[in-house]
């Protein structure tokens, strides 16, 4: 299987918070896009 882009990542995260996925996945996308060093620009939620 091959990595998100960090594009695809943050788009993932977006559509995940959009879809009301369970908060531990959401935690799991949360944490690769801060080992990333990335930022989501999501004003309504804060990364865990």
């Known amino acids: 299987m091959r990595p998100l882009s960090d594009t ?14 369970s908060e531990e996945f959401i935690a799991l996308i949360e944490h690769a896009i801060e080992q990333r060093g990335l930022t989501t620009n999501d004003e309504h939620r804060t990364l865990a």
Do not use: F, K, S, T
């Open 8 to 21: 695809h990542l943050i788009e993932v995260y977006h559509e995940a918070i959009a879809m009301r996925l």
